[in-house]
């Protein structure tokens, strides 16, 4: 089973710009709800990554606009973790709550770092593996 999880929240007014539509970076933040929830279903989140001695920054992200969000809609975002071998790879979903069209889609890929030194990791430690399964799910 290929470990996913997501939220579903309404567009908040200070996320639109005059047009009433959001703008383009926010959609990031609403990935970030749908990661942190996937996160935190494994136990792995940010306290506890700094606990085992890592980090996860984000080195590459996309996003992929498919139609507008705008103020007061409902919205289902989904995060899936499709890999974690050498990298942590996640894909997004943002649709509409309650028709299901899709509105937005993304990745976002994460390394491991020391968080003493910030030193790369080469791969995902086991430590962090394990706490999804310690499977990769492949890419």
Known sequence: MTPCAEVCFEVPFHDVDMMGVVWHGHYYKYFELARTALFRQFDCDGPRLRDLGYLLPVVDSHCRYLA??????????????????????????LSHASTGDRLARGS????????????????????????????????
Do not use: H, M, W
């Not at 809609?73 to 499709?82: E, H, I, M, S």
């Not at 990791?121 to 593996?129: D, G, K, L, Q, T």
């Open 108 to 139: 976002t890929i994460q390394v491991a770092v020391k968080r003493d030194d910030f030193a790369l990791c080469y791969v995902i430690p086991n430590a962090i593996s394990a706490c999804f399964g310690g499977e990769p799910c492949g890419s």
């Open 68 to 93: 507008p969000l705008t103020y007061g809609l409902g919205v289902r975002a989904t995060a899936t973790l499709v890999d974690i071998k050498y990298r942590i790879k996640i894909t997004y979903l």
